[in-house]
C-alpha cells in the first residue's frame, strides 16, 4: 500500500493527489488498526502476527514520510528521528527473539503509531492557515516525535530488562 502512497505523494500533475493520498493513507492506517484489533480480539495474536504487523507499520510511516520530505511537506529532522526509532527497536527485538525472548508492544508504542498516522495524514491535508509559526500538521509532528521517542525509551528499558535478565549466550 506504500508504493501507491508514495506515488500520490509525488504526482503534482493530478489535480488532488495529495488528498488521494491522504485517503489512501487512511484505510492503510485503518486497516492496520483493525487488523490488529481484530487478531487480539480472536486469537490473542501471534509472535509472527505481531512481528508482522509492525514490520508493516515500519515501512507504512518510513515510505509514508520519505515521500513526504521529498515534496517539502515534513522536515526532515522528524523523518530522520521517527525512522531512526522504527529501525533501533526492530533491531533490538531482533536481538531480544535471537536470546528467545519477546518484547510486546506497549501503550507508548500504541500512542506512538496514532500520533504518527495523524501527523502524516495531516501532512498530506495541510490547513491553509498557519497555528503560529507552524502549520498544524507541523505541531502534530512534533507531538508524534515526543511520542516516539517515549516509545524508544520504553523499548529500550524493556530491552536491557530482557537482555540483564537471560544471560544466554548467542551464536551468529
Known amino acids: 500500500m506504500v508504493l501507491p ?64 520530505v521529498s515534496v517539502g511537506r515534513v522536515s526532515i529532522w522528524p523523518a530522520a528521528i521517527i525512522i531512526f526509532r522504527e529501525f533501533t527497536v526492530m533491531a533490538l527485538r531482533g536481538v531480544v527473539a535471537q536470546r528467545g525472548g519477546l518484547i510486546r508492544p506497549s501503550t507508548w508504542g500504541k500512542i506512538k503509531a496514532f500520533t504518527q498516522f495523524m501527523a502524516i495524514f495531516l501532512a498530506f491535508v495541510r490547513l491553509a492557515d498557519r497555528w503560529g509559526p507552524w502549520y498544524l500538521d507541523q505541531w502534530a509532528m512534533l507531538v508524534a516525535v515526543l511520542a516516539t521517542i517515549g516509545s524508544a525509551w520504553g523499548y529500550m528499558t524493556a530491552f536491557w530488562d530482557t537482555v540483564r535478565s537471560e544471560p544466554h549466550e548467542v551464536s551468529a
Open 5 to 68: 502512497i508514495m506515488a500520490l505523494a509525488r504526482a503534482d500533475q493530478l489535480d488532488g493527489h495529495f488528498l488521494y493520498a491522504a485517503a489512501l493513507f487512511a484505510v492503510a492506517a485503518f486497516s492496520d488498526f483493525l487488523d490488529g484489533w481484530l487478531a487480539r480480539r480472536t486469537t490473542g495474536g501471534t509472535v509472527l502476527g505481531g512481528f508482522l504487523d509492525t514490520t508493516a507499520d515500519k515501512i507504512l510511516v518510513t515510505g509514508t514520510l520519505l515521500a513526504l
